[in-house]
């Protein structure tokens, strides 16, 4: 049997898989093993046409994708025949509206970040028509005891959701509102675009882990919200049908990649990552630490209602299998620094920096503590010391919340590299953290389900097999002597009361 330059058998198969991140675009090429066999890598674009708004152009990111597959099967010296299948993971929230019979966008995509939606969030949060939504839903869980009564007594709108951002592009955007009444428009997040135009516009579709982070879908019944689409006058016309996430969504026009490769996943990068990091069990958790902080855990076949702003996903749907998510999240993690350039200092320093608490887009990021002896490594040192504060508290908020005990913690994206902040977390948590020996986990979670679809691997057990870890952070002390003795006991309730003066700082988000 004849073999390629770099020695693979032609009739040996591999996985493509695509993550649309935030700040850039990936994909990589698996083998039976989940060793990477080719990469490639692009920039995301990010447009700022007015201050808070955050754009992507939707052609620009359609030639990076296509750019990206190619020089990923490049880059392993493969052919594209090659490919057993295609999995796609994207960032979440951000969407685009777009002519059904022409693919000509009304708009560029607005993304999870944009602001604009801002005062439209305080008018419906602070609304009467709220007030009256909470209490006829208090109501009814007092009479019915269904969660998810309790959970839209709960509800309340954020900028990051979908939800208002494309109510917003529905009261400003002429074209868009004709192209509704026209009956020819169609709303997608960034997955929903790439299979539209991946088929040449014959799928318009998302998967549940996708959809169920838009806030205009119902967890509990598994479909599109009707009540929340109704209160916000958005067509359902518009909405792409909801399809598990291992299924065939359709082929690539061989156009496009010279042969038909089956698009056999479509996951949202955090439900990815989950999946990438084998946390497949109740009690599982994940930490991603990218541009933001992610922190899920697995709640298992029912969604987690939450009193103190903990969202519950679809983590993924095989099959008849449903797995939900609880998740809480803070941005600016990974942007706050270069990571490139850290120095750290052997010393604690009363600084902070802050991270916009969730809820409050007129919240500032600080410092406090300055003195005139202050330097670089300082703030360094404070902006490290933040984030790992920030785990502590959102794994608080989940330990009070959910009640389920904690079965492991896996750790994932670009910050996670950094040991202090590894090892602070990890003795602040009072547990061990395993860090992967790579960190796209969102791009291998996408591989896997695919090829789970496929058979290219057997079952889960199969894929737990295949993790690899590079390092076990243990705390050094247990968590009761941190909280007791730590020197970090006092630093932590200062940052504390620090976040609190940092909220409702600008007049406008």
């Known amino acids: 049997m004849g073999t390629q330059r770099n020695g ?83 960032q979440r929230a951000t969407f685009m509206t777009w002519d059904r019979n022409t693919g000509k966008p009304f708009h560029n995509f607005i993304t999870w970040q944009d602001l604009r939606a801002a005062e439209l969030v305080r008018s419906w949060n602070w609304s009467c028509t709220m007030k009256t939504v909470h209490g006829v839903m208090k109501m009814l869980h007092f009479l019915t005891r269904q969660k998810r009564f ?100 359709g082929t690539c026009d061989p156009s496009i990649f010279g042969v038909p490769i089956p698009i056999m996943s479509v996951m949202a990068d955090q439900q990815a990552a989950m999946f990438g990091e084998c946390c497949f069990d109740i009690g599982d958790v994940k930490i991603t630490m990218g541009t933001g902080t992610f922190m899920d855990i697995n709640t298992g076949n029912k969604p987690h209602t939450s009193v103190a702003g903990l969202y519950p996903l679809v983590g993924w749907k095989i099959g008849a299998d449903v797995v939900y998510l609880a998740e809480g999240n803070a941005a600016g993690t990974g942007a706050a620094i270069k990571w490139d350039l850290l120095k750290l200092h052997d010393t604690t320093f009363s600084l902070y920096v802050l991270q916009a608490p969730l809820n409050d887009p007129k919240a500032c990021a600080s410092f406090m503590g300055l003195k005139p002896s202050t330097t670089k490594r300082h703030l360094v040192r404070a902006i490290l010391e933040s984030i790992a504060f920030r785990n502590k508290q959102l ?30 977390t990890a003795d602040l948590l009072g547990r061990k953290i395993e860090r992967p020996s790579h960190f796209d986990m969102s791009c291998l979670g996408a591989a896997f389900v695919a090829g789970l679809g496929t058979g290219y691997w057997r079952n889960q057990e199969e894929l737990k097999k295949l993790l690899t870890t590079d390092q076990h952070f243990l705390p050094r002390r247990s968590k009761a002597d941190w909280d007791m003795g730590s020197p970090y006991r006092g630093v932590l309730q200062s940052w504390e009361r620090a976040l609190q003066r940092s909220m409702h700082w600008y007049s406008q988000p």
Not at 201 to 214: E, F, K, P
Not at 397 to 423: H, S, W, Y
């Open 8 to 90: 693979f058998s032609k009739r040996e198969t591999f996985i493509l898989s695509v993550d649309v991140g935030t700040t850039s675009i990936r994909c990589h090429v698996y083998d039976k093993s989940a060793s990477i066999r080719g990469s490639c890598s692009a920039k995301v674009s990010l447009l700022y046409p007015q201050p808070g708004w955050v754009e992507i152009d939707p052609d620009d990111l359609w030639k990076d994708f296509v750019t990206v597959v190619k020089g990923a099967v490049q880059d392993a010296g493969l052919q594209m025949c090659q490919m057993e299948s295609l999995g796609i993971s994207t």
């Open 150 to 249: 309790l959970a839209a007594s709960l509800v309340v709108f954020t900028t990051q959701h979908v939800s208002l951002r494309l109510v917003w592009a529905l009261n400003n955007i002429p074209q868009l509102r004709q192209a509704v009444e026209d009956g020819s428009c169609y709303f997608g997040t960034i997955d929903t675009w790439l299979l539209y135009k991946l088929t040449k516009g014959l799928v318009h579709a998302t998967d549940y882990s996708n959809a169920s982070a838009t806030a205009i879908f119902d967890s509990y019944q598994m479909c599109w919200s009707g009540f929340v689409c109704s209160l916000l006058s958005i067509p359902l016309s518009i909405l792409p049908r909801v399809q598990n996430t291992s299924h065939k969504f």
């Open 395 to 424: 794994f608080e908020v989940m330990l009070r919340e959910t009640r389920i005990p904690i079965t492991k913690i896996r750790a994932d994206g670009g910050v996670c590299t950094n040991n202090f902040i590894m090892q602070l």
